[in-house]
């Protein structure tokens, strides 16, 4: 099931209902658990099973690790829990891609084989569930938790619908806390739940599939060599795209799970205002790069290796990073460009920080280091940047968000070969290149590009409450059916969210 | 805050309604009818009735528009029975669908497939082609949760004419705005607004505005002045066209080999479109070689006096009046040569 279906409107409502009912809390508790099998079960309900596995098998490990003081069985049992969660995915995700690409060193050695392609249908949200379970045991192992003593508590925070199928990637102590005491929206949750329902739908419907997707659609599938300005209209336009659908499904998340009492982590804070690619993935897709960082980042060391394996751990985070979005060297390419381009940054600032360390400049690092954004510059997984002139950050900001676009190339490319000759185009390397896209599209993308770059830039060290918080009641009430009538102008939309795929 | 977002909520609720009413009432003003959205949900509705066995199971429908507005779903049902199941494509290739129907073991049906040259014949691969593929890969994966939205989906477009997806939203209005293109940018070109209505069983029909509207079928024929009537490209031949009549004959004996049956048609066209296809498609080299090589029944609307009467408003597609006609007279020359 989708947010933004007819279908969902009637679950949603019909949940609502049971759930502001007076029932004990155990009761709807057990309701919101069937509801989300439900949810994810009319997809394709044989793949609830899968998710049954995950969540008893974790469940239990979980429980018998914490009780297990010896290394070598609590390490037996946290590898039966890694072996399942990774198992699944390398089996239903990876297993094609590693077959093509054995297949393809055999022949390029000479020996002819031909294996039968697998058939299989990817279990949505499989990538996002299992990092969910996964971090549960990990933190159970690592006696950062204490395991639930409920399964049903467990199962909820496992399968909860609003994150269930694209995140965010919620970590037991958001979520498991919350089922422990009875939760109903109180009636200003509610209504912010809904309005960042109604904007999450605005963003994925109206802007990305309604606005965005056919010029970025139109520019990644000619075979040909488009004009310049064709080559970056498209790659824009699904710069774009991606933000609208994946932060808007976030955002749905968010407000569905508001609207019933539930608090999820933000997911993405207007990442097209980043100065720089740390501050990038503070902002993109952040429940992800903090299960990165705290999982794989960390564990392999870190930065407490020396620079050199410093460098090192952030490759092999960025390239499992990409590798996790999809079975494709061309995601691989995404994740590698954004390791080499934090590593860049990282030696660029040990290199200006070296430089700079007189008595003043250390001052202005202390006095941003105990700021307000201190505790989000110290989590992060590069030393905190030094705030300038507006003017500069803006400069520097867009020229992030350029690199960032050469990144997405990559990442919506079907191949390397359409990938090279984006790019090319895009940089005036390929002569004769041809138009494509129609007035009306690249205004479009023109006009959406600016505002959302504007909005983020606007938004960027502040949060869309306390904004809404600071306009008077009848701007935001026409704001909300602004969003709601270009919705209903947009018409339905009955493609999925592109981070299903993943 | 409370105070602020129930008043922007109750404000909000209420420009929404009055907007929807607003619209509403605007559309149906405008002589706008009800359409249901031609999606991939309402042809995969109709897809999963192709496997029907039994005498009034209907015959399965492919080709491009000609067959959609052209054969008449409620006289065919009314003389025969059955209720045919309608797969065509608008501005489509039918020839992947005929591919899969072919290479489909459960199928063993009637086809009738709908052959306008220049969608018929377009290379593999094509543009052409595209609608075919999206459809083909939709339908086995249409879940659970996409069959009640649809059906919750048919309650809502029966009753409410703004939900026209192909006239009355955001993308179809920036699409009729003004704005000339750059040199080189290959544009679709602007149908009449409101020309045409698509049945919850995907039955088109020209509206009455159009019909009486000589302005609007002037830009229609315009339009199709840019897509093919002025063509004068001959189709491919040669082992490109050899090509295509092997994939065509391949699916069609796998469909009778199973005890199925298939017939070509040749919808009428009139004015500069048949002077096109006929420069471009002559019919020795491409409606004959095709029923030859395929050695499958095939009716051509010249052929019959019943059938080449008719005129086709904007070159292309029958009336209603004339469909439900044409139907009456191409269901008996159906039987005879099933």
Redesign the interface.
């Known amino acids: ?2 947010f933004n ?4 409107v ?1 679950f949603f409502a019909v949940l609502l209902g049971l759930h502001n009912l007076p029932l004990p809390w155990r009761v709807k508790k057990i309701n919101l658990l069937l509801a989300s099998y439900l949810f994810y ?5 044989p793949f609830v099973v899968l998710l049954w596995l995950a969540t008893a098998v974790d469940f239990l490990v979980a429980r018998r690790m914490a009780r297990e003081q010896r290394p070598g069985p609590r390490k037996l049992l946290l590898t039966i829990s890694l072996a399942l969660n990774l198992g699944l995915i390398g089996f239903f995700k990876y297993g094609g891609f590693v077959l093509e690409n054995f297949t393809a060193l055999l022949h390029s050695v000479g020996i002819a084989f031909q294996a039968a392609k697998p058939d299989l249908i990817l279990p949505v949200g499989i990538s996002f569930y299992t990092f969910v379970t996964l971090s549960y045991t990990l933190d159970v192992y690592r006696r950062q938790a204490e395991p639930e003593p409920s399964f049903l508590n467990f199962a909820l925070f496992v399968t909860f619908f609003p994150h269930l199928v694209a995140g965010p990637i919620v970590r037991p102590a958001d979520l498991i806390p919350q089922f422990k005491t009875p939760k109903q929206a109180s ?2 949750q509610f ?2 739940g ?2 960042l329902l109604s904007l999450g739908l605005f963003m994925k419907v ?1 802007l990305a599939d ?2 965005l997707a ?1 010029a970025a659609d139109s520019v990644f599938g000619v075979p040909f060599p488009l004009a310049p300005l064709d080559a970056w209209a498209g790659v824009l336009a699904f710069s774009g795209q991606i933000f609208c659908d994946f932060a808007g499904y976030s955002t749905c998340a968010i407000g569905v799970a508001l609207c019933l009492g539930f608090v999820l982590p933000d997911n993405f804070r207007y990442p097209y205002a980043a100065i720089g690619f740390s501050d990038f993935w503070r902002r993109w897709h952040i429940t992800l790069s903090t299960w990165l960082r705290d999982y794989l980042y960390i564990p392999l060391g870190g930065n407490r290796a020396g620079s050199g394996r410093a460098y090192l751990n952030l490759m092999i985070t960025m390239l499992l990073g990409g590798l996790w979005h999809g079975a494709s060297w061309t995601f691989v390419a995404w994740g590698a460009l954004h390791g080499l381009f934090l590593c860049a940054e990282r030696l660029g600032r040990g290199w200006a920080s070296r430089r700079a360390a007189a008595p003043s400049a250390q001052s202005a690092a202390a006095v941003v280091l105990a700021g307000p954004n201190a505790g989000v510059y110290r989590a992060s997984l590069l030393p905190a940047f030094s705030p300038g002139e507006n003017l500069t950050r803006f400069g520097l900001a867009l020229g992030t968000l350029l690199l960032v676009n050469v990144t997405w190339v990559f990442f919506r490319a079907a191949d390397f070969s359409t990938a090279a000759r984006l790019l090319g185009a895009m940089f005036g390397l390929i002569p004769g290149g ?7 599209d690249l ?2 993308v023109g006009v959406l590009t600016v505002g959302l770059v504007g909005a983020h830039w606007l938004l960027r060290d502040s949060s869309l ?1 306390q904004a ?2 600071r ?4 701007l ?3 704001g ?2 602004t969003l ?3 919705l ?5 939309s ?1 493609s999925s969210f592109i981070y299903f795929q993943f | 805050m409370l105070t602020t977002l129930s008043k922007a909520a109750a404000l909000a609720s209420l420009l929404v309604v009055a907007f929807v009413v607003g619209r509403e009432t605007q559309v149906r003003r405008a002589d706008y009818g009800l359409s249901y959205n031609d999606d991939d949900s309402l042809w995969a509705s109709q897809h999963r009735r192709v496997y029907a066995d039994g005498p009034l199971a209907g015959p399965v429908l492919i080709g491009s528009s000609r067959i959609k507005f052209d054969l008449d779903l409620a006289t065919w049902t009314r003389l025969t029975g059955q209720v045919p199941v309608q797969l065509a494509l608008t501005g489509t290739s039918p020839r992947p669908v005929l591919t899969a129907l072919g290479n489909d073991p459960n199928f063993r049906g009637t086809l009738l497939v709908d052959v306008t040259d220049q969608l018929f014949f377009a290379p593999d691969g094509a543009p052409q082609e595209r609608k075919a593929h999206e459809r083909l890969r939709a339908w086995p994966k249409w879940s659970l949760a996409q069959q009640a939205s649809f059906w919750l989906d048919q309650k809502l477009e029966s009753r409410l004419v703004m939900l026209d997806e192909e006239e009355l939203t955001l993308n179809a209005f920036c699409k009729k705005l003004p704005l000339p293109n750059r040199p080189g940018v290959r544009s679709f070109p602007a149908f009449a607004d409101n020309f045409a209505t698509n049945g919850a069983d995907r039955q088109s029909a020209f509206t009455a505005s159009f019909l009486r509207s000589p302005a609007q079928q002037a830009q229609m024929k315009a339009a199709w002045r840019k897509l093919g009537a002025a063509e004068t490209k001959r189709g491919a031949g040669g082992d490109t066209l050899l090509a295509q009549l092997r994939g065509i004959k391949r699916a069609v004996d796998q469909i009778r080999g199973r005890g199925g049956r298939v017939l070509f048609l040749r919808f009428p066209s009139t004015g500069e479109f048949l002077a096109a296809e006929t420069r471009c498609y002559p019919r020795a080299l491409f409606w004959d070689r095709l029923l030859a090589y395929t050695q499958a029944p095939g009716i051509h609307y010249a052929d019959y006096p019943a059938l080449a009467h008719f005129d086709c408003p904007e070159w292309s597609h029958l009336a209603p009046a004339d469909a439900a006609a044409f139907t009456e007279a191409l269901v008996p020359l159906v039987s005879y040569e099933l």
């Open positions: 099931m989708v279906s007819y279908v969902f009637v079960a009319v997809w394709n309900p009636r200003e209504l912010w809904l309005f109206t309604g606005l056919p041809k138009p494509l896209l129609t007035t009306i205004l479009k409450r809404a918080a306009l008077p009641w009848w935001l009430g026409a909300w059916a709601l009538v270009a209903v102008l947009t018409q339905k009955s």
